[in-house]
């Protein structure tokens, strides 16, 4: 990879910040094997403020509630190096060297009367020698973090029914494993919803999840962004910064069996106009279940996941079609390593419309090049392996993808993935990753326009307090 030499203090020194955040650390603990949040290497106390979350000591006075709150704060630095050298056609995109330096800031109140509330602000830092698709740098490849501020969450929550938790405002929603809904913790920005929120646990063994959302606050920020570009229509990024909806959501999860949770919901994803133009969202209704669990094999365990969902079109989207998802995940956990075999389907209605999942974490499926963050018309197999370790408290992990056409079962290409992490202690974490695609030399480039070889590095350390 190539570094211009104008940037190149900037972008070394944040690729050594996580290194030098090894000298400050504690002695290090043996961490598991999970890739934390989706993958991201930030550990889950980290997610401030999620569906979950517990609410703070309840206070004696509304005074109380307001000074005896909780601050918490994330600092991430982080390098994302990517090449595209041979584009479908035009000028080959300029190789992005990004470096951006993430402040997540917030507080939590303590609850009053069974009310309590978070305000949490986002600052993302960065270059310019990248396109972000706000900052107008179309010759560069993309990296999908803009240098902004922004409110990340703001919410008033209310826990006086008994086991139950409601949330007004801007907030977090990850269920399940993000393939549906998640908070998309990979990117700087992290993507919030405007929302009502329940959630109850009155039943045994059953969290039950419903939400209201008007808006999903995108990672690609508010920002303005060049009129030239059509990435946003009008000089504006709101469509890209903004989904606006009306949209009710459903999810019950059962833990009762003890070898494995079940899972059952609804999304209802409903898109206002504005969402709608230049076809960035069509609404769509998506029903499914899901189970996962584990069972003993001897000293080791064995791993097991499957998941089924049908789509349609909702409400007054214009194409007309049916869809569906499959998942089936086997794997063997043998104390020194993990290993996973998988299969999931993101079909196609005869290559006229093809499932969709705009709201999910979508950097922890189908490969960390981002290939298919928009599932291609004639739909998506996945065929994966991959394999995690652990060795003095450091993640090693390998992963391969072989993408194939539902419709057709023409190959989109193959992707090899390689990850080192190290969640220190409860405040630091560092890790690289790498991330190479390469594209079927007969791909159909019509049917899948981002099917060109990437190759992607990234360096990265995180703060949490």
């Known amino acids: 990879m190539k570094l211009k030499n104008k940037t190149l203090f900037q972008q070394m020194s944040l690729v050594f910040t996580p290194l030098a955040l090894l000298a400050l650390a504690p002695q290090a603990y043996s961490a598991d094997y999970t890739d934390y949040a989706a993958g991201t290497g930030v550990s889950p106390s980290a997610q401030v403020g999620g569906l979950y979350a517990p609410a703070q000591k309840a206070a004696d006075t509304f005074t109380d509630a307001i000074t005896g709150g909780k601050v918490t704060a994330n600092v991430q630095a982080r390098y994302e190096n990517v090449d595209q ?6 000028a080959r995109l300029k190789e992005a060297n990004a470096a951006t330096l993430r402040l997540r800031l917030g507080y939590e109140t303590a609850e009053y009367m069974g009310f309590g509330g978070l305000v949490q602000i986002e600052h993302i830092s960065a270059n310019d020698a990248y396109n972000s698709r706000t900052n107008g740098r179309t010759g560069y490849s993309v990296v999908g973090d803009a240098n902004v501020t922004e409110l990340n969450q ?10 139950t938790r409601v949330k007004f405002g801007r907030q977090l929603i990850r269920l399940d494993n993000d393939r549906w809904l998640g908070n998309v913790v990979w990117r700087q920005n992290q993507q919030t919803y405007d929302a009502t929120s329940v959630v109850n646990k009155s039943l045994p063994d059953t969290t039950i999840t419903a939400a209201f959302i008007t808006n999903a606050n995108r990672v690609f920020s508010d920002a303005s962004i060049d009129p030239v570009s059509a990435a946003a229509p009008n000089g504006t990024g709101a469509l890209l910064g903004n989904h606006h909806m009306r949209s009710p959501i459903f999810n019950v999860n059962y833990k009762g069996l003890g070898f494995a949770e079940l899972v059952g919901y609804g999304y209802f994803l409903d898109y206002d106009q504005s969402a709608k133009a230049f076809g960035l969202a069509n609404s769509t209704k998506t029903i499914g279940g899901r189970i996962k669990g584990d069972a003993p094999m001897g000293d080791y365990k064995l791993m097991y996941s499957a998941e089924y969902a049908r789509q349609t079109d909702y409400k007054d989207n214009p194409i007309n079609f049916t869809a569906h998802y499959f998942l089936a995940e086997g794997g063997v956990d043998v104390k020194v390593a993990q290993f996973k075999l998988g299969y999931e389907l993101l079909s196609s209605d005869n290559g006229k419309q093809s499932l969709s999942t705009p709201l999910a974490t979508l950097f922890a499926f189908n490969g960390w090049a981002d290939v298919f963050l928009v599932t291609p018309k004639n739909g998506l197999k996945d065929v994966y392996v991959n394999a995690r370790t652990n060795v003095a408290g450091i993640v090693l992990g390998a992963d391969y993808h072989d993408f194939r056409a539902d419709h057709n079962g023409n190959k989109y ?3 090899f993935d390689l990850i080192a992490t190290k969640q220190i202690d409860k405040t ?9 695609f390469k594209a079927d030399n007969n791909v159909d480039h019509v049917n899948c326009a981002a099917c060109i070889d990437t190759s992607k590095l990234w360096v990265y350390g995180a703060m949490n307090f």
């Open 85 to 90: 050298p041979r584009p479908v056609s035009g």
């Open 154 to 163: 703001a919410y008033i929550s209310y826990s006086g029914i008994p086991q």
């Open 413 to 415: 290409g193959t992707e």
């Open 428 to 436: 630091y974490s560092i890790g690289s990753r790498y991330a190479r």
